[in-house]
């Protein structure tokens, strides 16, 4: 899992990891070689080749860009890293460039997600005025089929139930294109209920990854 177990994270740092407690709060850019957990709150810049974890009082907004990211707190903004995953009760809003991303139940997410590509984080700004757009279940179908080389018309044909709507702007009718442009996507950890037979479902942690070019 992440750097600092499940649960309450404030408690059993390892050494090396910088913590900044709850109560704390900080505007600016933090450059670290070592982990960082935070428990407070940040709104800035954060840059570092280690792990970063988002306690569940911990929130962050801003640019940030890590190995790895745990979040159970609340995270807003522009995300470079190699692997994120958000555990129960943790959010996540904005723009996610990553090629391993994983949501837990309970865990949500509102924003673009993207496959991972070395930039510089200065474009990668984060803009507050930035509104993400919710995407049906059907458009994340079809990105996932694009991916994997499937024509998304057959799976509208084989879900009759489901009106067809219009594509996120970014994303295309090849894997290269979603690949390069990205789409808009909601994700939601925990429970969902279906429009057809209203009945809910448990869903297990959705993981998505992105093949590397």
């Keep these: 899992m992440g ?15 910088t913590v900044i407690s709850n109560g704390t709060r900080l505007v600016g850019e933090l450059t670290l ?19 970063v974890s988002i306690g569940r ?8 860009k ?24 943790g959010r996540v809003f904005g723009e996610l460039h990553s090629d391993d991303f994983v949501i837990e ?11 991972r590509r070395e930039v510089p984080l200065a474009e990668l700004s984060y803009e507050r005025n930035h509104e993400p757009q919710l995407s049906s279940p059907e458009q994340h179908s079809d990105q996932q089929d694009s991916l994997q080389g499937r024509d998304p018309a057959d799976h509208q ?12 702007s970014g994303v295309g ?20 209920s279906s429009a057809d037979d209203a009945q809910t479902v448990h869903r297990e942690p959705r993981r998505t990854t992105w093949g590397r070019r």
């Design 157 to 168: 044909q084989a879900s009759p139930g489901f009106e067809s709507a219009g594509r996120a």
């Design 173 to 192: 009718s090849s894997g290269k294109a979603d690949a390069e442009d990205g789409s808009s996507t909601s994700h939601d950890g925990g429970e969902e």
């Design 105 to 115: 139940p309970g865990g949500h997410f509102l924003g673009e997600s993207h496959p």
């Design 3 to 17: 750097i600092i177990g499940k649960g309450d994270k404030s408690k059993g740092a390892s050494p090396g990891t």
């Design 33 to 51: 070689e070592s982990n960082l957990h935070v428990d407070g709150q940040i709104k800035g810049t954060i840059i570092s080749d280690h792990d």
């Design 57 to 64: 009082s911990g929130r962050f907004e801003g640019n940030l």
């Design 66 to 89: 890590a190995e790895r990211l745990l979040v159970s707190g609340f995270v807003e903004g522009v995300i470079d890293c190699a692997v994120m995953e958000i555990v129960a009760e």
